[in-house]
């Protein structure tokens, strides 16, 4: 029997990931291919997007005329949704056809009218959102804004309060209609969900249906900025009589403030993440999206944890993406359950995100697995890994 394969492009500040899963069907073999996420960030050197061109010529190749048995959008953030959408756009190439598709569930039309406590998180997260992008748009142009801050304000744009200019909605908006066979799918589906694999089993460990579970508080005694004529915020200055130090005190102390909301913003989508673990042939593979520690613990206390013999680093090799080692203990444990070997794949890009890959977690991970990095490879190029019968 053929092997299983898992190709890793590389698509800069993103992930684009093609799993080939042969079976016995009827008497023959069968290879089905399922696509997780296709996408990169708008900001800096890690959103090029001509690396989708022959990301999608080499993903039609593969499928040979065939439909795509399964597409996964993990979560709501530009740099795992925008490829396909582009490719169909600005390069006429689509897919010749999807069966199902797999999206996170906080996408699902009338999902906030259903869950007031996430509409409210959203509401309270959409402000903040708003607020912070008010500032550093002000700030355009100035070193005080680094390419970090420009990538998450890209990332999260879905949160823009009149959705119009969101370039993640329309990329989710387009998913939603590959195929009429979409399922909006969280832990509560485990092995449930629908899918056209035979012997391969799928199982969702995250996230959860509610997603007001991934949202911390978010610092509301902050101030807010105050726009300007031209909707911009007007440089501080400090009033009369005020003692300069400490206003600038404070004007930084609002500055970190937005930071400290963007990140918050940020984590809460990544931890949205549809997270899968498949099994196949006594080979495990695990692809978490971007989850971060507050799904990991939620995982976690679910009892989902198992040892994996493939891991998907998620959020790009970033030290919150990749859990704690008590957890990660779980999944990739230094002592291996068996004799078969591990491996691990990042996908991601340099000078996007600070500190971002970060080379202490990786360095962590290689004690657990061999570990290879999409970086240094040439743009839409990619890796293969295989896993025999």
């Known amino acids: 029997m053929s092997a299983l394969r898992v190709r890793a492009y590389n698509v800069r500040f993103g992930d684009a990931l093609l799993v080939s899963i042969p079976e016995r069907d009827g008497g023959r073999e069968v290879t089905r291919h399922m ?13 090029d997007d001509s690396v989708f061109e022959p990301v999608m010529r080499d993903i039609l190749e593969v499928l040979d005329g065939a439909p795509l048995s399964l597409y996964v959008m993990t979560h709501e953030h530009l740099d795992h949704v925008q490829g396909l959408l582009y490719a169909s756009d600005k390069l006429g190439l689509k897919l010749p056809g999807v069966e199902r598709a797999w999206i996170t569930p906080s996408a699902e039309p009338g999902y906030y009218d259903s869950h007031p406590e996430a509409k409210r998180s959203l509401e309270l997260a959409s402000a903040r959102y708003l607020a912070a992008r008010r500032h ?11 390419p970090s801050v420009r990538a998450m304000l890209a990332n999260n744009d879905a949160l823009l309060a009149d959705g119009g200019s969101s370039k993640t909605q329309a990329c989710v908006d387009f998913l939603a209609t590959l195929t009429p066979q979409t399922s909006y799918v969280h832990v509560g589906h485990g092995h449930s969900a629908p899918h056209p694999f035979v012997e391969a089993t799928l199982h969702i460990w995250g996230p959860e249906e509610d997603t007001a579970a991934y949202y911390g508080r978010f610092d509301a005694a902050r101030l807010q900025p105050l726009p300007s004529s031209e909707g911009r915020e007007a440089p501080p200055l400090p009033p009369p009589g005020v003692d300069a130090g400490a206003f600038y005190n404070l004007v930084n102390a609002r500055r970190r403030g937005y930071f400290d909301n963007l990140l918050a913003i940020d984590k809460a989508a990544n931890d949205t993440s549809v997270v899968i673990c498949i099994e196949w042939h006594g080979w495990r593979l695990l692809f978490p999206g971007d989850a971060e520690e507050r799904a990991w613990r939620t995982m976690d206390a679910r009892g989902l944890l198992e040892p994996v013999h493939f891991y998907k680093v998620g959020h790009h090799g970033s030290h919150n993406g990749t859990p704690e080692a008590d957890i990660l203990d779980k999944i990739l444990p230094v002592s291996p359950p068996d004799e078969r070997p591990r491996r691990a794949v990042v996908s991601t890009c340099e000078n996007t995100y600070n500190n971002v890959p970060d080379e202490a977690t990786l360095e962590g991970l290689r004690i657990r697995c061999e570990v290879t990095s999409t970086l240094g490879l040439k743009d839409g190029a990619y890796i293969d890994f295989e896993f025999e019968a």
């Open 136 to 146: 550093f748009n002000a700030l355009e142009g100035s070193e005080e804004v680094p």
């Open 35 to 47: 696509l997780i996420d296709m996408g990169n960030v708008l900001s800096s050197e890690g959103g």
